[in-house]
């Protein structure tokens, strides 16, 4: 039986992990795993662990292939244990899932954040309605600040293909 959702696993640590990176993402790697492995509807296909000091999406390559994957429909669950893993502020996350709502097919989202659990599969409440709403209007305060962010996410993205 093919699972209907495809999971991508998003970790963003801090540049202090360089030192354990290999225990660090066999940890994550195990957790995912772990995660979705009797789960009839979700299928783990890939573990991405950003170790970096950087706040800016563009600047994490785990991110950027995660969101490559998603262009390309190899993933269309973006599973994390928190929201911050995602993105460093309310403005880049709205970005973040205006872009990743703005795909060709539909990509969904869930969270184990224990203050706002996101779930865009369950969409309790119309809750990925409401978040598509909070990052337009959020992009409509400065649309041109939206358009050099997501230029440069998808600069970023080309630049890692090529490598």
Same mark, same amino acid.
């Given at each position: 039986?093919?699972k209907? +959702?495809?999971?991508?696993?998003?970790? @963003?640590?801090?540049? &202090?992990?360089? !030192?354990?990176?290999?225990?660090?993402?066999?940890?994550?790697?195990?957790? +995912? @795993?772990?995660?979705?492995?009797?789960?009839?509807? =979700?299928?783990? =296909?890939?573990? +991405?662990v950003?170790?970096t000091?950087?706040?800016?999406?563009?600047? !994490?390559?785990?991110?950027?292939?995660l &969101?490559s994957?998603?262009?390309?429909?190899?993933?269309?669950?973006?599973a994390?244990?928190?929201?911050?893993?995602l993105?460093?502020?309310?403005?880049?996350?709205?970005?973040?899932i @205006?872009?990743?709502?703005? &795909?060709?097919? !539909?990509?969904?989202?869930?969270?184990?954040?224990?203050?706002?659990n =996101?779930d865009?599969?369950?969409?309790?409440?119309?809750?990925?309605?409401? &978040?598509? #709403?909070?990052?337009?209007? =959020?992009?409509?305060? #400065?649309?041109?600040?939206?358009?050099?962010w997501?230029?440069?996410?998808?600069?970023?993205?080309?630049k890692l293909? !090529?490598?």
């Open positions: 039986m093919n209907k +959702y495809k999971a991508g696993g998003y970790v @963003k640590l801090a540049k &202090l992990w360089e !030192r354990a990176e290999k225990e660090a993402k066999e940890y994550h790697f195990g957790y +995912y @795993k772990d995660k979705f492995s009797d789960d009839g509807e =979700i299928d783990l =296909i890939d573990v +991405y950003d170790i000091g950087s706040k800016s999406i563009a600047d !994490r390559p785990e991110m950027l292939r &969101l994957d998603c262009m390309s429909g190899r993933i269309n669950c973006i994390s244990q928190t929201r911050a893993y993105a460093a502020n309310t403005e880049h996350f709205c970005y973040l @205006k872009f990743i709502f703005e &795909l060709d097919h !539909r990509v969904d989202i869930i969270t184990e954040d224990i203050s706002y =996101i865009t599969i369950a969409d309790d409440d119309g809750q990925r309605a409401a &978040l598509y #709403k909070m990052a337009n209007d =959020i992009v409509g305060l #400065k649309p041109e600040k939206y358009e050099r997501e230029k440069s996410i998808i600069n970023a993205m080309s293909n !090529r490598e």
